[in-house]
Nanobody
Framework: QVQLVESGGGLVQAGGSLRLSCAAS????????MGWFRQGPRKERECVAA????????YYADSVKGRFTISRDNAKETVYLQMNSLKPEDTAVYYC?????????????????WGQGTQVTVSS
């Protein structure tokens, strides 16, 4: 049974930082591309960052480039999202997701496993 458990969300002031973590189990983590998605109120779920199986290739949404960094530790079966210079528009539920393949993708339909989500709220 695949489990993805996110942690690290919370309330932060604009300009602050948060680090999200996602601990995976039940899948071949080192063969799986991983992604972080978010869904704000009345918005579609969007990919903010994704990383391939090795960590060498990444994808970032234009809205977070230069502020967010995705990374992974295959030994710990964990993927991270470092979020700096947070803005109120970053407020959303953030989800960790795993692909059944090693290549980076931004389409949420490419991901077969999802965590329960963690709330990030950025106050102005």
């Amino acid at each position: 049974q695949v489990q993805l458990v996110e942690s690290g969300g919370g309330l932060v002031q604009a300009g602050g930082s948060l680090r999200l973590s996602c601990a995976a189990s039940g899948l071949t983590f080192s063969s799986s591309a991983m992604g972080w998605f978010r869904q704000g109120p009345r918005k579609e779920r969007e990919c903010v960052a994704a990383v391939n199986w090795s960590g060498a290739n990444t994808y970032y949404a234009d809205s977070v480039k230069g502020r967010f960094t995705i990374s992974r530790d295959n030994a710990k079966e964990t993927v991270y999202l470092q979020m700096n210079s947070l803005k109120p528009e970053d407020t959303a539920v953030y989800y960790c997701a795993a692909r059944r393949g090693p290549i980076v993708r931004a389409d949420p339909h490419e991901y077969g496993y999802w965590g329960q989500g963690t709330q990030v709220t950025v106050s102005s």
